[in-house]
DNA sequence: CATAAATTCGTAATCATTCCTATTTTTAAT
DNA sequence: ATTAAAAATAGGAATGATTACGAATTTATG
């Protein structure tokens, strides 16, 4: 993988953000630092950044994808009535060894709960 | 909420089918009973079914949501690679107390864990 | 039966994402 | 510093799952 500017702007932004941006998103914020990028830029960018493990793609069952760059390992809680994204800490390894032993799968490094979050439990 | 024998016809493929279809495969598999039934109902009764909570929209990541009929209560869990789904058991009720804590949710009632499944893992 | 409300079918529209290609940038070797 | 190959970009077109729409049909109720 090559040195990119504007990959480099995209990162950036990400590091900066942690408000879990849709692709749409980011190019907003990306595009105030380096005008002319295109959106193709952005999204080819998210998916190989995604592929490497640098940056987590988060589907929360809308219309849009999610992203989120990787620091610290934590979990996400999706409210399922206004989309929201919140972080979590859980104890994934514990969970990934119980999968293991009940599943097909060979593990698990990523955990997504979805809820209601206090907001729209209040307002229902 | 009226009766209709199209709607019938797909909470009885969605009973008869345990391997999380997607809206497009319910289409197909409804369309051999109702042959004339048309898209757009297909997706207008999942929308509606999910909203009362008879229907669980599960989203993979991919392309296409998939949908499993609510039977008991258990959680999934999605290969990043191969993009299959399979059912787990976790203790909801303790992510939930343990979510409602930390977080702005006041609770979960459904976890999707994200992992490489055992014949991805073989293959790579 | 008659009426209103709900639902359907079929198709058109939407719109996030992916694809395409000519051009530009980066890298590494000479 | 040049050069050639590989990687990346910009911008716009294409894709395709999903949603929206409206006329026609079906269901519920008295």
């Known amino acids: 993988?090559?040195?990119?500017?504007?990959?480099?702007s995209i990162i950036n932004i990400l590091k900066l953000n942690y408000e879990h941006p849709t692709a749409y998103r980011i190019y907003e914020l990306v595009k105030e630092i380096e005008p002319t990028i295109s959106k193709s830029t952005v999204?080819?960018?998210l998916e190989q950044l995604v592929e490497l493990g640098k940056v987590r793609k988060i589907s929360t069952g809308g219309n849009f994808e999610h992203y989120d760059i990787v620091r610290?390992?934590?979990?996400?809680?999706?409210?399922?009535?206004?989309?929201?994204?919140?972080?979590v800490n859980l104890?994934?390894?514990?969970?990934?060894?119980?999968?293991?032993?009940?599943?097909?799968?060979?593990?698990?490094?990523?955990?997504?709960?979805?809820?209601?979050?206090?907001?729209?439990?209040k307002e229902n």
């Open 1 to 8: 993988m090559n040195f990119s500017r504007q990959r480099e």
């Open 43 to 45: 999204y080819r960018n």
């Open 72 to 87: 610290d390992s934590h979990s996400h809680a999706i409210c399922k009535c206004c989309g929201n994204i919140f972080d």
């Open 91 to 121: 104890d994934v390894e514990k969970i990934a060894n119980f999968i293991k032993n009940q599943t097909e799968m060979s593990g698990c490094n990523e955990i997504i709960v979805m809820g209601i979050c206090k907001d729209c439990e």
